[in-house]
């Protein structure tokens, strides 16, 4: 058994691509099943969702639950991602592997957390993969899983191996004995097995392609460095020079080999190093915006079927009623209304968030409250070093504390226009607010669409913070 922290990224929809997916195809054979843990859902794309909305609505989580908004804000990623692989040797069986999933979210504090189990069938050797959402669902903690968590899964590991009759890392047994007695043990994967593979691979080659090949069909690619030269990146996304790889004589011929690889062809090892390391976050805020207009117009679409379906109908009787055979296959498949409504919540959340930047950004332009805090400091300090008997008898004193009493009244009468602006443009945010409509209340049509794909299709219109429309920053 080997138990493995692949690291944290910022975006499920990343992880969802990768592991849900073949590897360079939007295929998904070498999927053999999944399941979920502390969501709704089964569905592994629906999973995927459902875990990027609670993590992107933490702060919201925390203030319905009562948690203090104190502390550090987080700057690691959300997602964690872990696998557990059997030997070649053992042939576990669905509910085994499960179980063992179970029981290392357990072990490293994780039982509470959104998870989704992968499971592929790519590799000789049966193994799982475990996406967690580190944001807790129930309070919007993010849990940050200490340094160690590496030995809590080599402790379970073992005990695994021993449970089902077989040691297959004797290396580790000894580490945990030494560790037992106290002494300090720090197993490191040898680097030579990793090498002494690829060198092999490289001898039973006979040509770039093949040896491009055999690497991508043991959990390598090939691909270009920032130097234009050849490197790996596996399957965690870790880069390696496949000169270092290489003995002294194959490193001498090796470019000779590659001599039919079009290296411009090969992907660039940093870009895909991100995309399984931390994610594509960027191109999965553009597809959920694209899969909400998209998902709206299906849904109207649908609507206006169902009343048409039902005009017909109205007259028949209750025998020539009953559902077809495809009708009870529609109405069995899952129903992600649910999650459609946590996307247009979230969408609008980010437009609201921008709409209140923008007019933070303008007040801090006209009006400079910024400066005038400044003067008011400044008088203050003037003060203070004026308060004594020459600063009374020459006037400066109180001439300063005349000038400050009005840079006070003055910034007050800033920050009320401000606070009246400001309240303004949230009423007019909460008009559109999604969770108003659910609610029973009347919502506006809010327009979140990004500003390029307005102008693209001959739809573009002011914002609605332009000045003198929503709000007068001049009154």
Known sequence: MIARIAGRGFSFKGAGMYYLHDKESQTSERVDWTQTRNMPVQDPNAAVKWMAYTASNAERIKQEAGVPMT?????????????????????????????????????????????????????????????????????????????????????????????????????????????????????????????????????????????????????????????????????????????????????????????????????????????????????????????IEDTAIEQERKKVQVEKQQQKTAGKEKNDTTPSAKEKEENTRYDDSHLVRLDRQRAWEQWAGRKRYALEQQQEQVYKRGEQVEKIKTLEKQIASNDNIFGKVSGKLQSLREEIEAQKKTLAGIDHRMSEQTSSLEIQLQKTNPQKAQGGGKSQTMDFEPEKRRKADGRERPDQDQKGKNYNLDR
């Open 71 to 291: 502390g550090r804000k987080r700057e690691k990623g959300t997602v964690y991602t872990f696998s557990l692989s059997w030997s070649p040797e053992e042939s576990p069986g669905k509910d085994r592997m499960v179980k063992a999933a179970d029981e290392t979210l357990e072990k490293l504090g994780l039982k509470e957390h959104e998870v989704l189990i992968v499971s592929h069938n790519d590799t000789p050797h049966k193994h799982i993969h475990c996406i967690v959402n580190l944001v807790n669902p129930k309070d919007g903690r993010m849990y940050d899983p200490d340094w160690g968590s590496k030995l809590k899964l080599s402790d379970w590991s073992l005990k695994h191996e021993f449970e089902n009759g077989k040691v297959y890392c004797e290396q580790r047994a000894e580490n945990n004995e030494e560790r037992k007695k106290g002494n300090r043990v720090r197993y490191q994967e040898p680097l030579h097995d990793r090498k002494a593979e690829i060198q092999e691979l490289y001898r039973q080659s006979d040509s770039g392609q093949s040896f491009r090949a055999a690497l991508e069909g043991n959990g390598y690619t090939l691909a270009t460095g920032n130097r234009r030269s050849f490197v790996l990146v596996d399957d965690y996304g870790k880069i390696y020079s496949l000169t270092r790889q290489l003995d002294n004589e194959q490193r001498k011929n090796h470019l000779q080999k590659l001599a039919d690889i079009d290296q411009a062809s090969l992907p660039l090892a940093q870009t895909m190093a991100e995309e399984r390391q931390y994610f594509d976050r960027d191109k999965y805020e553009a597809e959920q915006q694209q899969k």
